[in-house]
């Protein structure tokens, strides 16, 4: 049974195997962002702290590229999908934090929940493939490849340090603070 706290977060397994604890930690980071998220309007998914152009908008398309190029790309070989693979990335580098302010709130969940989605059914089929030694299949350009292990701590740190970056925005929009 999974226990889900006050913010709709499914609590990570306490006792449970390897996998099941890094699903449970990457789902735990992935319901943070949502929460944090949620119940903001257009102008709030633009806002950002201080000198930083980091926006909640931004951060769930970047987000929703991130899961993307691990699990699809990176993963399973995959090429990329829309919007990403029309991207002209020498052109702007930050294409997917930037042209976050042209969408509706609406849209980038949607985005964000199509590519966890597809990233949860890749990461289900890469587990019945090798478990977490599964290699990934486009090796760095040194010739190298993370195991889905790496993938999903490395998707981990990537959720808890842009939750980070979300709290701050969200208390600068209406005042929600947590963990």
């Known amino acids: 049974m999974t226990i889900v706290d006050e913010q709709g977060r499914p609590e990570p397994p306490v006792a449970a195997g390897e ?4 699903l449970g930690f ?19 998914m633009k806002v950002s702290v201080g000198a930083s152009a980091m926006t909640l908008g931004g951060m769930q398309k970047h987000l929703s590229y991130v899961e993307d190029w691990w699990f699809s790309v990176r ?23 930037n042209s976050a302010a042209a969408d509706t709130p609406a849209e980038l969940h949607q985005m964000w929940q199509k590519s966890i989605a597809r990233s ?4 289900a089929q890469a587990m019945a493939e090798g478990g977490l030694d599964r290699m990934a ?43």
């Open 26 to 44: 990457l789902d735990y980071h992935r319901a943070t962002l949502a929460w944090k998220c949620s119940d903001v309007d257009e102008d709030g």
């Open 120 to 123: 949860r059914e890749l990461t």
């Open 137 to 179: 299949v486009r090796p760095w350009q040194d010739g190298t490849a993370p195991n889905l292990r790496w993938i999903l701590v490395h998707m981990i740190e990537e959720y808890a340090r842009h939750n980070g970056h979300a709290d701050l925005i969200r208390e600068s929009i209406d005042g929600l603070t947590g963990e």
């Open 19 to 22: 996998a099941a604890t890094l």
């Open 75 to 97: 993963l399973h070989g995959n090429e990329a999908q829309p919007p990403w693979d029309t991207v002209d990335w020498k052109a702007d580098r930050d294409w997917d934090w």
